[in-house]
């Protein structure tokens, strides 16, 4: 499966639901999205069956720069968690 984005949005919040396997040559395609949404945006990660390392370095950074993660599988957070903290996976 590859990555689908569906986009959701109630005028003050943009919600990204992204569902598959994010890998990394799917990140400029994502970024295009976040820069078409200046209002407040969420990633939805709850269909996000699998991610690769680079994926998961955008998402720290997103976090970091406000963009809400919900509904992550917890090995991403896990894995985002150690990539924060400067750890190997």
């Known amino acids: 499966m590859t990555l689908k984005i569906e986009t959701a949005s109630d005028g003050q919040t ?43 370095r955008f998402l720290v950074a997103c976090e970091a720069e406000g963009i809400e993660l919900l509904h992550g599988s917890p090995y991403i957070r896990e894995w985002m968690d150690r990539e924060s903290q400067g750890s190997e996976p």
């Open 14 to 56: 943009a919600t990204l639901r992204l569902i598959g396997h994010i890998e990394s040559k799917y990140l400029d395609e994502i970024r295009a999205q976040v820069r078409q949404h200046r209002s407040r945006l969420v990633f939805d990660l709850d269909q996000v069956t699998l991610v690769d390392g680079e994926v998961v």
